[in-house]
């Protein structure tokens, strides 16, 4: 059986293709109101996309109308977006009819996003404040610690002639 690709078209004629099955679309969505997309693959905890680091989580993940999973960011924010992350309100709006009267009715609206406690959350239990804190020893520590080493012998053997 031949795997199939899906094919999703920009504005610009721009073509994005879905290479690997067991993976999701993430939608990035930029300030300066562009919008970005990767294919992640489930097994990523985290991904990069221009210098900003997300995090995969499951409640934020949607299923569209072609079978594809997809996920939407909004740029610099690390979670995605989710109905548990919305705190809403309602608030009463006039609206007019077709037939001219007016009629008060009541709309929920977004009262504010929660996402600290999220990616907190997010960094101890996957174990990711580890993995940033680590730390990646370079060439140049090692070759520092072997000089000192170097130095503090011909400094106990400078001493040691001194005093023969």
């Known amino acids: 059986m031949k795997n199939k690709k899906k094919v999703f078209k920009q504005k610009d004629n721009e073509t994005i293709i879905h290479k690997e ?39 934020g993940v949607y299923l569209s109308s072609e079978k594809v999973l997809i996920s939407v960011y909004l740029e610099g924010i690390s979670t995605p977006l989710g109905h548990k992350n919305v705190k809403k309100k309602t608030v009463k709006r006039i609206i007019k009819l077709d037939n001219g009267n007016e009629e008060e009715i009541p709309i929920e609206v977004i009262d504010g996003l929660k996402y600290d406690s999220e990616i907190i959350d997010i960094l101890l239990n996957r174990g990711l404040a580890e993995k940033l804190t680590e730390l990646k020893p370079d060439k140049t520590i090692f070759i520092l610690i072997v000089m000192m080493i170097i130095s503090i012998i011909v400094g106990i053997v400078s001493v040691g002639v001194e005093f023969a």
């Open 21 to 59: 099955k067991n993976s999701y679309l993430a939608i990035i969505l930029k300030q300066n109101k562009s919008i970005g997309f990767k294919w992640i693959s489930f097994t990523d905890n985290e991904f990069r996309f221009d210098r900003n680091t997300y995090f995969t989580i499951p409640e």
